[in-house]
T-cell receptor
Framework: EAGVAQSPRYKIIEKRQSVAFWCNPI?????LYWYQQILGQGPKLLIQ????????DSQLPKDRFSAERLKGVDSTLKIQPAKLEDSAVYLC?????????????FGPGTRLTVL | AQSVTQLDSQVPVFEEAPVELRCNYS??????LFWYVQYPNQGLQLLLK??????LVKGINGFEAEFNKSQTSFHLRKPSVHISDTAEYFC?????????????FGGGTRVLVKP
């Protein structure tokens, strides 16, 4: 069974530029998550989708971050414009139905460096 | 809102020695508890989880954890570590009755196994 796929694996941009990350969850998983992991910290949830609807985006900085999951499968996370403090690893995860007891399966992440 | 505290940011340990990683959480509601491991340049992988029932939970790779409700702790243990256990370990919680499946992570504990 294929795992969660993410691309690109690494990205370096200058501040004020825009960037987009892509995630393809495990086939059949209804729930998709985007986490931000700053160096030395645990992951922090940015947004959770259930199919193509948003369940929780309370910690998403909506003035610069956006995410979509139009067909309820793959998803894109965008940052525009990027700031230095956005340097982090962006992890995508998926789970079967999105209940509290569900295991979340994580992709390898995209490491973003903002110069 | 819940929070997770991992008391040790780094734990050096010799090969074949035991290791314990401490995790304490704070929540006003009942929670599920998880331990994830992150190997270098990889995503997170579930080690074990506590949902209900027996407070001693066994996971993969010889790890186990014990849920202590009165002390709000979920410490992770392994009786004999291998070099391959060198990684970062994250404790996480999710609310049992929340509509979503938001995981709140601790700051992580980096384990370095020495020969």
């Amino acid at each position: 069974e294929a795992g969660v796929a993410q691309s690109p694996r690494y990205k370096i941009i200058e501040k004020r530029q825009s960037v987009a990350f892509w995630c393809n969850p495990i086939s059949g998983h209804a729930t998709l998550y985007w986490y931000q992991q700053i160096l030395g910290q645990g992951p922090k949830l940015l947004i959770q989708f259930q199919n193509n609807g948003v369940v929780d985006d309370s910690q998403l900085p909506k003035d610069r971050f956006s995410a979509e999951r139009l067909k309820g499968v793959d998803s894109t996370l965008k940052i525009q414009p990027a700031k230095l403090e956005d340097s982090a690893v962006y992890l995508c995860a998926s789970s079967l139905v999105g209940q509290g007891r569900d295991e979340q399966f994580f992709g390898p992440g995209t490491r973003l460096t903002v110069l | 809102a819940q929070s997770v505290t991992q008391l040790d940011s780094q734990v050096p340990v010799f090969e074949e020695a035991p290791v314990e990683l401490r995790c304490n959480y704070s929540s006003s509601v009942s929670v599920y508890l998880f331990w994830y491991v992150q190997y270098p340049n990889q995503g997170l992988q579930l080690l074990l989880k506590y949902l209900s029932g027996s407070t001693l939970v066994k996971g993969i790779n010889g790890f186990e954890a014990e849920f202590n409700k009165s002390q709000t702790s979920f410490h992770l243990r392994k009786p004999s570590v291998h070099i391959s256990d060198t990684a970062e370990y994250f404790c996480a919680v999710s609310e049992t009755k929340a509509a979503g499946n938001k995981l709140t992570f601790g700051g992580g504990t980096r384990v370095l196994v020495k020969p």
